[in-house]
T-cell receptor, first 115, second 114 residues
Framework: DTEVTQTPKHLVMGMTNKKSLKCEQHMGHRAMYWYKQKAKKPPELMFVYSYEKLSINESVPSRFSPECPNSSLLNLHLHALQPEDSALYLCASSQDSGQAPYGYTFGSGTRLTVV | AQSVTQLGSHVSVSEGALVLLRCNYSSSVPPYLFWYVQYPNQGLQLLLKYTSAATLVKGINGFEAEFKKSETSFHLTKPSAHMSDAAEYFC????????????FGQGTTLQVKP
């Protein structure tokens, strides 16, 4: 299995809703990432998990809450989002955050719309 | 601080023509460099990477890139464009540290005309 699987592919949520994005990989990678991508822009790093511990939080608002229950699974919990949070949310994994040269494997993303 | 600059936000070529997408990097230490491709409504796919081995790197789908330290460049080329190459292309850099953080350029949209 050489894929990163993200669910759901599309999500529409109201500003008072609570929802979660899910990301799963079975490549034995020990680093996992959440990126946010607005239209026609490059991905922006949000969080990095290394060996199931949060190692980087790029000053992301607390309405985004990451969770790494085990080495294969990464969640992003969403609460009280704003319309400007609408974007493509990408999950990625790599063998190890210290092995940057190997690059990431990206999932196909979740297209989030906040209404 | 590291950064990448992609020259040209939009490149248009005819089918069968040479593809050249430009990327210049800024790094105080030897970098690791990557090219990713993103098709509409999809994630990013790694095309190729430079990790201080050979300076000419061959990737998937017939793409290659040459690392030129003197020019701080890592331009992406393909001898003959195909309609299926139309996509967004991102150059990215990371350094030999333990953060795993990738820094992306602004992207270049490649249009291929029949």
């Amino acid at each position: 299995d050489t894929e990163v699987t993200q669910t759901p592919k599309h999500l529409v949520m109201g500003m008072t809703n609570k929802k979660s994005l899910k990301c799963e990989q079975h490549m034995g990678h020990r680093a996992m990432y959440w990126y946010k991508q607005k239209a026609k822009k490059p991905p922006e790093l949000m969080f990095v998990y290394s060996y199931e511990k949060l190692s980087i939080n790029e000053s992301v608002p607390s309405r985004f809450s990451p969770e790494c229950p085990n080495s294969s699974l990464l969640n992003l919990h969403l609460h009280a989002l704003q319309p400007e949070d609408s974007a493509l949310y990408l999950c990625a994994s790599s063998q190890d955050s210290g092995q940057a040269p190997y690059g990431y494997t990206f999932g196909s993303g979740t297209r989030l719309t906040v209404v | 601080a590291q950064s990448v600059t992609q020259l040209g936000s939009h490149v248009s070529v005819s089918e069968g023509a040479l593809v050249l997408l430009r990327c210049n990097y800024s790094s105080s230490v030897p970098p690791y460099l990557f090219w990713y491709v993103q098709y509409p409504n999809q994630g990013l796919q790694l095309l190729l990477k430079y990790t201080s081995a050979a300076t000419l790197v061959k990737g998937i789908n017939g793409f290659e890139a040459e690392f030129k330290k003197s020019e701080t460049s890592f331009h992406l080329t393909k001898p003959s464009a195909h309609m299926s190459d139309a996509a967004e292309y991102f150059c990215a850099v990371s350094k030999a540290s333990n953060t795993g953080k990738l820094i992306f350029g602004q992207g270049t949209t490649l249009q291929v005309k029949p």
